[in-house]
């Protein structure tokens, strides 16, 4: 039976609470840990089956384009039909499409298996947050969403460097195997300690026009962004993938704004807070996307890392999340989550400028060190409070839609992030196994990732408010 919303009485310092933290942590940061251990793979990857640049990017845009067309659907269905159903569901779904992973025999094989996987995450990631959303005390909803942003955020962060210990232990095949004992635990956890939440009030009826429209819309342009460098702009599948995908985002926000019971209530963007929070997440994870696209690709190819090593260079971004994300979270609480919010992006401008100066002959600490160690700091500041905000700007029952929403602008800034950057950086066909294309398309993309920090940092100093993050338990959002 659901829970009744008005009453959510869950305590991080429960043991209740504590692995319900556990649980839903562990499953999302599976979906995340994957979003990120294939960058640190994608040249092994590309070698062994013979993959180009554009090769290397369905591998990672096939998986982040049905992850951010779908996460709605997932949100919308965990708020009809249980949260706790739907996340399990999803977790079952993406261990069976991580073994089809890892057992692709080709490009194209792998890329099908991708998507998959994507499907099974837009079920789990929504279902997580708003878990912890609906069920803990008004009192502790911040600092739980804090741990699992921590989390979270470790997992995305410490892919590179599990999968550059499993490619160089093993094989890059691994790195999809390794989901399948992490699911299990969650699901056999999850079934014991989660609880059932739902939207008493919500429609068992399911968006299909909207889930169709908004794949559609982003499939199209996303494909036109992938292939126009290498076919050419005025090629006939490019072009036709670009009107498709446009006038499908058209259709998308007609259909939307005339249902009744639509997957994304357009009413949700009459708040000031969730617009300027979600815009806020669009530019900076689309800055987060495109340089670590590049950037594990860019230490083996031209500084000579192993996969292994490139994986270990970004640890201090971890640390950074594991020590000081939880602080973030509580700082938000008491001081509201405009002030991270601000600090936080310009500070990961800043570690994204420094990367500039990692070029061949640099050594690891003089440059790469210095800005993982900045870049983690400006994270660590910025993500729980981030997550914070979006939360509390919408009343408790939209509570797995919002973070449906907001995930799915992240991930489909990190998608069209993918797809456009190596086009700007010029990083075409085979360039990505070339020192003097990769350092030089490096730099321009660190120029421009950095742009999109401070530009992320603007929109929240202006957007976000003086509401505090702990507002998030009072569940109505202000215009």
Known sequence: ?????????????????????????????????????????????????????????????????????????????????????????????????????????????????????????????????????????????????????GFTGIASLAGPLVGGWLVDAASWRWIFFLNVPLAVVVVAVGRRVLPETSDPS???????????????ALAGITGALVEGPSRGWGDALVVFGAVTGVAAAVGFVTVESRRADPMLPLGLFSSRRFRAANLTTLVLYAALGGQFFLLAVHLQTSLGYSPLEAGLAMVPVTVCMLLLSGRAGAWAQRAGARLPMTVGPIVVACGLLLMIRIRPGTTYVATVLPAAVVFGLGLACTVAPLTAAVLGAVDDRHAGVASGVNNAVARAAQLLAVAVLPAVAGITGDGYNDPGILTNGFRRVALVTATLSLLAAVVSWRGVGDQRAAAAGAGAGTP
Do not use: E, K
């Open 1 to 149: 039976m659901p829970v009744d919303l008005a009453r959510p009485d869950l305590r991080v310092a429960s043991a209740r609470g504590r692995w319900v933290v556990f649980t839903t942590s562990l499953g999302a940061g599976i979906g995340f840990l994957d979003a990120t251990v294939v960058n640190v793979a994608l040249r092994p990857i590309g070698v062994d089956l013979g993959a180009s640049t554009s090769g290397l990017q369905w591998i990672l845009d096939g998986y982040l384009l049905s992850l951010a067309a779908l996460i709605l659907v997932g949100g919308s269905l965990g708020d009809r039909f249980g949260r706790r159903r739907t996340y399990l569901a999803g977790v079952a779904w993406f261990t069976v499409a991580s073994a089809l992973c890892g057992l692709a025999p080709s490009v194209g094989t792998l890329v099908a298996a991708r998507v998959l996987q994507g499907v099974g995450a837009a079920l789990l990631t929504p279902g997580s947050l708003a878990i912890l959303q609906s069920s803990f005390h008004p009192d502790d909803r911040a600092r739980a969403i804090g741990l699992w942003s």
């Open 202 to 216: 919500a429609s068992r009826r399911v968006d299909v026009a909207g889930a169709l429209l908004g794949a559609m």
